[in-house]
């Protein structure tokens, strides 16, 4: 759909090395896999409020660590904020040792933050392969 978008420019006009060479080089530069990981934590309600107020939670506990290996962005609309009647929310968290990820969700899990409510469903992807 953007036929100048600057990594199709480098696939169509280098070849796809180069291509690879770049976006691994990109990747690298801000911690996505493979050389970093995530958590992608999504979140419905009917209720928009209710959805960002559970990942406002989650992101509360998870800065309360005071872990400079984690970063926590969001939460933000989904890209798709709204399906069957429902508001979706995500929040992403990212390091750089998959260890550190899996130490964050462990404590998640043990102040029962990623228990899903009646009127909130919530998902946690761990390493996903979109943000959608």
Same mark, same amino acid.
């Given at each position: +759909?953007?036929?100048? !978008?600057? $990594?199709?420019?480098? /696939?169509?006009?280098?070849? !796809?090395?180069?291509?690879? =060479? ?6 690298? =530069? ?16 009917? &209720? /928009?409020?209710?959805?960002?107020? !559970? ?5 509360? #506990? ?7 290996? $984690? $970063? ?7 890209? #798709?904020? *709204? *399906?069957?009647?429902? !508001? ?7 390091? $750089?040792?998959? &260890?550190?990820?899996? +130490?964050?969700?462990?404590? @998640?899990?043990?102040?029962? /933050? @990623? ?6 469903? @919530? ?7 979109? @943000?959608?």
């Amino acid at each position: +759909h953007v036929p100048q !978008y600057p $990594l199709l420019v480098t /696939l169509l006009r280098d070849g !796809y090395t180069s291509f690879a =060479e770049h976006i691994l080089l990109e990747r690298q =530069e801000i911690g996505f896999p493979p050389f970093g990981h995530l958590a992608l934590f999504r979140c419905q309600s009917k &209720s /928009l409020e209710e959805a960002r107020d !559970y990942l406002e939670k989650i992101k509360e #506990m998870l800065l309360s660590l005071n872990n400079d290996a $984690l $970063l926590v962005l969001g939460p933000a609309p989904s890209p #798709m904020e *709204k *399906k069957a009647g429902f !508001y979706r929310m995500q929040l992403l968290l990212t390091a $750089l040792a998959r &260890s550190t990820v899996a +130490h964050a969700i462990a404590i @998640l899990r043990h102040k029962k /933050l @990623l228990t899903t409510l009646s009127r909130v469903r @919530l998902s946690v992807d761990i390493d996903p392969l979109d @943000l959608t």
